[in-house]
């Protein structure tokens, strides 16, 4: 791929190209200045430097106008004038130039000017008239100072000479940098533009010398071209108009009336520019009409193939009744081709019923108010086939209000029909199993209204089928947590898996614990039509389940947690411990001489004995602390430090000890009763639940050598503590 050229290379390449094109115009313009004639026709120079920037940024215009400097002082100093005096006709052209293209970017919208004539004789006013009258200002004001010429003299003569170069040029230069070159050349190059310009060119050589009012029959020769070529024909006929009559004033052919006006040869090509711009603004006229009937036209073909194309089926019909167009989807569900419908009655294509009811009821409602919505039909496809529609149809109208044709729109509920009547023999079908079904099974509608309870539900419930069906179910079935008793919504908890239990509560009644199942109703189509949902009353199996995790954990005789529990509390405080960094004491009891007491008294008392102690065990209970019995007299706490350390598990040891100076009542019976106690802390005596309850076992077997009826930690190295005498 070749590499690109560089940017500062082809911008001088640009200016000297522009360069020499502006001191050709700018020696055939000085030339005719110097003959008895006018500079005004053929003052292009300008024109065509600004249609060099017009569409370039500003910070790209140095070059361009670079060039056209030089080239405009070189053609000047060519004709003998001297440095001074070119270079000031060169300022007054720069300013023309630049005042132009700062006019047209900053003001116009040159891309509309090609379809729009007020966009275009805009452009014309603020690149064309306005700047043209600033160059005019200053040319003639260095003109008069020099004192080559009046100063009204040449201000007229050097606007209307810029104006209308600039007139004949911008709007080809338009044409070309809007619409690009290769669609210029395409439209110039067509057979008939051809013939028209050539036409052009003839008129404008011939009516000067051979008719009066020759600019009449240029300006209609011009109306032609733009007639038969649009814009660009245009703008390139009033180029050749201006060129052809600046030659012909060149060679002496075309020459002004004698006048005894100074301003008599601006007057004289002053009808020139007249005969330039109404063309161009027919023209452009043309363009936007051309352009509005081609959007216009695309508009309809969008929307007739938007109509005939929608996925809905869709007729229009006249005034008379007759169908003028039909959708696409229309055709496919019916089975027909376009030409078997248009411009047959809509009501062919109803039932014998369906057109009775349309005559009798729908059209005469539809006059009456213009529009109709989700009429029932039953319409008769090509084939046979019945095909229920509900149709709604509004009239179209004009300006005036005069109907013109209806639209119509046709819903297929043929599969829905036909569904609705499967649904109801499935429902009979589901009526007579629910009422076989031991549990309670409810049927909500998508809002979540109860349609259908069985005699199950009834029965759960409490409630008759009539206090229950058309209300919401989260009103008729009030769920609760069996967990943190917030209410549960039915259909969430029906949801989960494994099925959730809560608990059914009812003013006046005790709670039942239920177990929910909940399941989607969905059409073939896929779309929800309500939910089922399922209550089963496990209330006895959660009493019998809850029962049996109470003898799984807690004894039997004290109703204190067992060792089973005791284990998994004994940890979770060891894991609690070492995340936070507390202390806990683990206390192990054991009752004095329980086996002679069991020996004698008999296992009835020895059960009542052991009840009593855990209550004094549990009396002296914090709520942070916990006792099980381990088995037979032995019994552990667990009691959590708050700073105290070995001190408050010392106190809490001395509070278990001095509790049983109290003998224990056993019916008529008072019997002593004392306790030795080991402790173990947490971490010192152990980090885990076998470490600290050896520790403790050890403990306390060292009270039981030293005499009992008394504690030690396992961390003592002295004698056990024994309660005061």
Known sequence: ??????????????????????????????????????????????????????????????????????????ANLLFGDPWSLSILFTAANLAEIVFSGWSLQRWCKPEQAIEHPGALLKVLLLGSSLPAAVGATIGSGILAAYGLAPYGTVWFAWFVGSAIGSAAILPIALAVGIRGARHVLAVLGRPMVLVSLLGLVAVALFVPTNLPYPYVYMSVALVVVAYVGGFEAAALGGLIVCLTVGALISLGIFTQPPTVSRFGEVMFYLPLVFTLIPPMALASSLEMIRDSLARLADKTERFRSLYEHTPAIMHSIDAEGFIVSVSAAWLRRLGYEKSEVIGR?????????????????????????????????????????????????????????????????????????????????????????????GDAVLVVDERGIVTYLNPAAERLLEQGGEGVRGRLLNEAVRLFSADDGLAVDPLEAGNMRPAKVALLSAAGRPERAVSLQASPIRARDGDRLGSVLVLHDVTEARRMAQHMAQLAHYDSVTGLPNRILFQDRILQACRSAR?????????????DRFKSINDTQGHDVGDLVLNQVARRLSDGLRDSDTVCRLGGDEFVMLAALDGGGNGGAEL????????????????????????????????????????LLKSADTAMYMVKRAGRNGYRRASDDGRPRLPPD
């Open 579 to 591: 995340q936070h960094g507390s202390s806990f004491a683990v206390i192990f009891l054991d009752v």
């Open 1 to 74: 791929m070749p590499a690109r050229a560089d940017p500062r290379l082809r911008a001088a390449v640009f200016a000297a190209g522009l360069g020499v094109a502006c001191f050709v115009l700018a020696l055939g313009a000085i030339h005719l200045s110097r003959q008895p004639g006018s500079i005004a026709t053929l003052w292009y120079a300008n024109a065509l430097t600004v249609s060099a920037i017009v569409f370039r940024p500003s910070r790209r215009w140095l070059a361009p106008l670079i060039g056209f400097s030089g080239a405009n002082v070189a």
């Open 652 to 691: 809490i040891a001395r509070r278990i000890v001095e509790s049983f100076a109290t003998p224990i009542e056993v019916g008529d019976k008072s019997l002593d009763v004392t306790v030795s106690i080991g402790m173990a802390i947490y971490p010192r005596d152990g980090t885990d639940p076998d470490s």
């Open 345 to 437: 009655r809509s009501t062919d294509f109803l039932t014998p019923e369906s057109r009775r009811f349309a005559f009798e009821e729908v059209m005469p409602r539809f006059w009456r108010d213009g529009h109709v919505e989700d009429v029932p039909y039953r319409m008769v496809a090509k084939d046979g086939r019945l095909i229920d529609v509900l149709l709604s149809a509004v009239w179209e109208t004009d300006a005036q209000g005069n109907r013109l044709r209806t639209l119509a729109v046709m819903e297929d509920v043929t599969e829905k029909r036909l569904l609705a009547a499967e649904l109801a023999a499935e429902q009979e079908l589901m009526d007579a199993a629910m009422h076989s079904i």
